[in-house]
């Protein structure tokens, strides 16, 4: 089992289940509602602690009530939390989504006023004992530090990074990692219509990279550093009642197989059949 290190956010999720989406302007009833914690590094963690793996995580938490939900949920799933920094003023990232229970889809409003997760921070960690390291594309030009410090004192750590949203210059990261994690939302955000083309075009700046890029309903794509594409299809469960962090889990799948040395190939459809799973449970407890 490998001790990973996931830099990146944890969110206070309030999710609100609804039979259709509204439309604006519109009154609607909520079919339940679920108060959790979320965010794309630590619902990574939670998933890759369910494959065995010993896992910390490195950003910014707030000492307030919902923090401490954060932090009962985290330790439920025995993530180590030593490598946060801990702010006693403001609010954790919050997260108000709308849940459509008929098609799973998760529309998402934002809020944030917390620093982010910085260089300083990262200094402070003890990174010898890890087998992988894996970033959320957040916060460009403090990450590209990071990744910097990474090379200079372990030379020989796997370095992963998700890019999920369009950021200025988030590019200038694609150099220094192994692996990179695209999303369909910023291949589509640069008018890439599928994600074959889309990683071949990535290629040019991530040569030294293996590319892999989730595609929702369609699977993912994935492209190793000697040009070989590889595709798997999803794994529709019976039933799809919850796509909120299907692409955080599709990250867990992908970073499992390969900490666990299995090829591209096998990481892709583990991914996505994990991923799959994921979205006919609600969040997720209990997927492996
Ligand atoms: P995100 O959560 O970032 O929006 P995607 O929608 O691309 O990510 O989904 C990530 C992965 O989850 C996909 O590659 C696919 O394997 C799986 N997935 C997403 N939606 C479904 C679905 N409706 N049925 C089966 N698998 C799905
Ligand atoms: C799902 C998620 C949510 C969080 C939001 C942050 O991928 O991590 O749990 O609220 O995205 O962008």
Redesign the pocket.
């Known amino acids: 089992m490998a001790s990973i290190l996931g830099i990146g956010i944890a969110t206070l999720d309030i999710i609100n289940t609804v039979n259709g989406y509204p439309e604006e302007d519109a009154e609607v009833r909520a079919q339940n509602q679920r108060v959790c914690r979320g965010g794309n590094a630590t619902n990574t963690l939670v998933v890759l602690s369910q494959l065995g793996h010993c896992c910390t995580w490195g950003g910014v938490w707030v000492d307030e009530p919902d923090g401490q939900r954060i932090l009962e949920d985290l330790a439920d799933y025995a993530i180590d939390i030593g490598a946060c920094r801990v702010e006693s003023q403001g609010k954790v990232p919050t997260s108000y989504i709308i849940l459509n229970q008929c098609n799973?889809s998760r529309t998402i409003v934002h809020y944030r006023d917390v620093p982010e997760f910085n260089f300083a921070d990262f200094e402070a960690i003890n990174l010898s004992a890890l087998d992988w390291l894996h970033f959320e594309g957040r916060n460009v030009a403090e990450t590209a530090r990071m990744l910097e410090r990474s090379r200079q004192v372990c030379p020989a750590l796997p370095i992963s990074l998700e890019v999920?949203k369009p950021r200025s210059q988030i590019e200038q990261l694609f150099t220094q990692v192994e692996v990179l994690l695209f999303?369909?939302?910023f291949a589509q955000h640069y008018a890439y219509t599928d994600g074959a083309t889309f990683l071949q075009a990535m290629q040019q700046q991530a040569p030294q990279a293996r590319l892999i890029c989730?595609?929702?309903?369609k699977?993912?794509y994935a492209l190793e550093t000697n040009g070989t594409l590889l595709y798997s299809p999803?794994?529709?469960?019976p039933q799809?009642v919850d796509?909120?962090?299907?692409?955080?889990?599709?990250n867990a799948g992908i970073l499992d197989s390969l900490c666990h040395q299995q090829d591209l190939a096998t990481a892709l459809s583990h991914?996505?059949r994990l991923?799959?799973k994921?979205?006919g449970q609600v969040g997720f407890k209990g997927l492996i």
Do not use: I, M, N, R
């Open positions: 799973g999920e999303s369909k939302v989730a595609w929702g309903t699977g993912g999803a794994f529709p469960p799809v796509t909120l962090g299907a692409g955080d889990t599709f991914a996505c991923a799959g994921k979205c």
